[in-house]
């Protein structure tokens, strides 16, 4: 394989990931899904897992943006000691700009794109 189409495959791979950071940042802003945090604690904590474990955003980034332990946004993740039905919006906002973050970042370091 060329090396010109490594590049634009790994290329075309890294677009792939910062696109799927930014959707998964829309996604936490659109009114079913902040609906649905309030509703089902098993889609609140999965939203905190992914963030952390799929997209790459640290328990400490998490904590840091609204205000609690990295202890808490872990047992979070885990399901356990989940925040009140009220507070779980603003979590989601702090998670959906740490994420839209992290793919500006991305896109704006990336060496294959230029």
Known sequence: MKESSVKERLAKLEQNYINALRSFGDYL????????????????????????????????????????????V???????????????PSVLDAISNLVTSRAHGLESSSRLQK
């Open 29 to 72: 802003k659109k009114p079913e899904m902040r609906l649905a945090v309030k509703t089902d604690d098993t889609i609140f904590s999965h939203v905190v897992h992914l963030a952390m474990k799929i997209y790459g955003i640290q328990q400490a980034r998490i904590s840091e943006e609204i205000g609690v332990s990295t202890a808490q």
């Open 74 to 88: 872990g047992r979070w993740g885990k399901g356990r000691h989940l925040p009140t039905k009220h507070t779980r």
